[in-house]
T-cell receptor, first 110, second 109 residues
């Protein structure tokens, strides 16, 4: 798993509240990704990072922002959570010949 | 049109059976991944393929770049193989993966 951890692992929040999910890696990978997984859609890219302070949007970036101030940490923020953002969120890091995934965060927005 | 199509979507097998999961894609890629996800669990990369065939234990993955098709085979299937198997293309411009919707495999004892 390339030492990828995510926190929190589970969160329930209310519509309109801000939420930040954290991804931490210990292997100094340059590229990191946030995906969301929803039934019927598979995994979809939200945002990605190609280095410290270098980030860009993915396929489903609306309503999300990210930050990467250190190589090891990649944060995903929902500025004002909506019910459509109820999902399982996976962080991943790109290794030389594979991608390593974190354990996932299950987020429920009521 | 989805860039990645997996079949079947669901598969039930008896322990010991030979299993094949297929993945077809429509875009150029540099490599293809097969991933495994257990219920409620994380995602693990089983193989990354850019050509030919790879084998790891009872798992075999093949790819035909010209035909844009890959298969994952499981020999002598076991209940612990029950999981969702996901085909993912390594071809996104940002180095991200493009995922199929997965094949849910259930192996009965």
């Amino acid at each position: 798993d390339a030492g990828i951890t995510q926190s929190p692992r589970h969160k329930v929040t209310e519509t309109g509240t801000p939420v930040t999910l954290r991804c931490h890696q210990t292997e100094n990978h340059r590229y990191m990704y946030w995906y969301r997984q929803d039934p019927g859609h598979g995994l979809r890219l939200i945002h990605y990072s190609y280095g410290v302070k270098d980030t860009d949007k993915g396929e489903v970036s609306d309503g999300y922002s990210v930050s990467r101030s250190k190589t090891e940490d990649f944060l995903l923020t929902l500025e004002s959570a909506t019910s459509s953002q109820t999902s399982v969120y996976f962080c991943a890091a790109r290794g030389s010949d594979t991608q390593y995934f974190g354990p996932g965060t299950r987020l429920t927005v009521l | 049109k989805n860039e990645v199509e997996q079949s079947p979507q669901n598969l039930t097998a008896q322990e010991g059976e030979f299993i094949t999961i297929n993945c077809s894609y429509s875009v150029g890629i540099s490599a293809l991944h097969w991933l495994q996800q257990h219920p409620g669990g994380g995602i693990v990369s089983l193989f990354m393929l850019s050509s030919g065939k790879k084998k790891h234990g009872r798992l075999i993955a093949t790819i035909n770049i010209q035909e844009k098709h890959s298969s994952l085979h499981i020999t002598a299937s076991h209940p612990r193989d029950s999981a969702v198997y996901i085909c993912a293309l390594h071809g996104g411009s940002q180095g991200n993966l493009i995922f199929g919707k997965g094949t849910k495999l259930s192996v009965k004892p």
